[in-house]
C-alpha cells in the first residue's frame, strides 16, 4: 500500500516502479473541488487519484510486490479501508514542504498496526531536511524506517520498497523471538 497526502507522489511512485503499465484512476481538477481539496503547495497539479492506483514489480523470480496508492484527498479516504485488508505492510509518502498532508497516513497506519516505512519525496523545490528532524517533526518511532527517495525515479522508488521488506523482514524476526 502507498499512502500519503494530497500531492505527495503517489501516483508517480506506482508510475515510476510498476513493471506494468499501472491502472490509475486520475480525473481532471475542476472548480467543483475548490472548496474541497486542499491545494496549498500544489496549485499547480490538474489530476487526481479518485480510487486507487494499481500496478507490480518483481523483485526477484518468487517475490511479487503489487501496489496499491491510495487517493490523497480527505472526501476519499473511507476507499483506504478496503486497501488495508491484506496488506502486508505500507509506505507513506511525505512531501516536506507539506508534512500536515500526510499526519493522517501515519495516524492511520497506526491505528490499523499496518507496518511502514516513511518515504520523503524529494522535490525539485524542497530543502534538506535531517532524517532525524523530519522524525522529530512526524512523532514516527525509532523503529520506523525513514528514508528519502525521488519518486520520479524506478531506482528509488524500488530502494523504498527494498526498505519496506527489509522492515517487514526485521518485524517478523522479532516477532519469533518474543
Known amino acids: 500500500m502507498i499512502a500519503g497526502g494530497f ?27 475548490a472548496g474541497v481539496d486542499r491545494v ?10 479518485v480510487s486507487l492506483d494499481f500496478g507490480k514489480i518483481a523483485l526477484n523470480d518468487s517475490l511479487v ?5 491510495t487517493p490523497g484527498q480527505e472526501r476519499f479516504w473511507f476507499l483506504w479501508n478496503g ?16 508534512l500536515e498532508s500526510s499526519f493522517r497516513a501515519i495516524e492511520e497506519m497506526e491505528r490499523q498496526e499496518v507496518p511502514f516505512v516513511v518515504a520523503l519525496n524529494v522535490f525539485p523545490d524542497s530543502r534538506d531536511h535531517p532524517v ?36 517487514l523482514k526485521e518485524r517478523s524476526a522479532a516477532a519469533l523471538e518474543a
Open 40 to 49: 496549498i503547495g500544489v496549485a499547480d497539479k490538474t489530476q487526481t487519484t
Open 7 to 33: 500531492g505527495t507522489g503517489k501516483t508517480t511512485m506506482v508510475r515510476s516502479v510498476s513493471d506494468i503499465r499501472p491502472l490509475t484512476t486520475e480525473e481532471t481538477l475542476t472548480e467543483a473541488s
Open 83 to 98: 486497501l488495508f485488508k491484506g496488506a502486508l505492510g505500507a509506505i507513506v509518502l511525505v512531501d516536506t514542504r507539506r
Open 65 to 69: 510486490l503489487y501496489l496499491f496508492g
Open 132 to 167: 532525524e528532524e523530519i522524525r522529530d517533526a512526524l512523532d514516527i518511532p525509532e523503529h520506523t524506517p525513514v528514508v528519502a527517495f525521488d519518486a520520479r525515479d524506478r531506482a528509488s522508488s524500488r530502494d523504498v520498497l527494498v526498505a519496506l521488506i527489509h522492515h
